[in-house]
């Protein structure tokens, strides 16, 4: 039996020898490469959707609609499973945490993007679109696929832009209708170098506050006042810490959805058109379903608020324009001079 055994052994050895050399005797069958592209998959694929923002938000009701859309539109082969206000990755990990693939599915402010692209500043240049017209022209034209491809370089994939609405200002130490009145206070703010140019032109001072622990920062005087949407404002009640609101329009709060590359690239082809499929029909939705959220809820604050709003005039906005106009010759270099150009033609476009 010895020598039996001793057979055995070699041939064993011999056959682990061969393999790992990728040769193998024509008696055994090489390893089988299996192409799930050409066999489907036998399970539920779950990507995961991370969010800083309140589920009924237009970023987390569009959130709740694209996966109910990727369920419908897959078959059930696929399942967004969506954490939102930050419970999975707040602001300052998200980001990272995509292009690490910890996570394979976020979207970010224009601003958390920048920090990894700076480019994508251009979407925080005051006064860049002066109506929703120019923000789903710029969305859907070469300025929104100019910024898809500097994405690549950092393992992200953009997918599409969903929108918020126009930024306001918000104070607790008096009405915000000239530059002058930004003068010694410190406001909140993204992580964007263009937004801190923005109140540095008005004199004031800035802090960045994750968006969750904004309301504490008001509330706890950290920041006298900051910028944001009506949707924002309403959800995260900011209007119960803030005495004064001007509705300024001067800057645009969006969001790109944006996927990890190599999660993206590994999927088989029909299901990327079919996710393709849901972000379009989802965006088409969100982006007109934030115009009047954001409408719907300013009534709101109006009657629930002893927050005193101001409707800025023509003459006012020209004024703001004019003090803050230097920040897009300063930021040309680290935008780029395509991209600054063609926010101009926007403008002029829609009466800037």
Known sequence: MRPFVGTVVFVLLGLAAA???????????????????????????????????????????????????????????????????????????????????????????FSNISEQVPAWQVFDLPYAFLSNEAVQEAFNGEIGRMLYQKLESKNMVGLAYWGNGFKQMTSNRGPLIHPSDFKGQRFR?????????????????????????????????????????????????????QKFMTLSNHGYLGYGVLMNKDYWDHLPDVLKQQIRAALEETSRWANQ?????????????????????????????????EALNPIYSQFQRIIGKELIDRIRELQKKYGG
Request: hydrophobic share 40%.
């Open 19 to 109: 393999a790992a050399i990728g040769f193998y005797p024509a008696f055994v069958s090489a390893p089988v490469v299996i192409d799930d592209e050409q066999t489907g998959f036998d399970k539920e694929l779950v990507i995961k959707f991370s969010h800083v923002v309140a589920e009924n938000t237009p970023k987390g009701l569009a959130a709740q609609e694209f996966a109910r859309l990727v369920k419908e539109k897959t078959n059930n082969q696929v399942k967004v499973e969506v954490f939102p206000n930050g419970v999975l990755y707040n602001e300052p990990d998200e980001v990272e945490a995509l292009m690490h693939g910890k996570v394979q599915m976020i979207a970010p402010s």
């Open 189 to 241: 703010i993204l992580p964007s170098q263009v937004i801190e140019a923005q109140f540095r032109q008005f004199d004031a001072k800035t802090t960045a506050i994750p968006f969750n622990d904004v309301y504490r920062g008001f509330e706890s005087g950290i920041a006298d006042g900051g910028e944001n949407t009506i949707s924002n404002i309403y959800t995260k009640r900011f209007y119960q810490v």
């Open 289 to 321: 379903n934030a115009v009047q959220m954001n409408e719907q809820q300013l009534e709101e604050i109006r009657q629930r608020s002893t927050i005193q709003i101001h409707v800025q005039t023509s003459s006012e906005r020209a004024e703001w324009m």
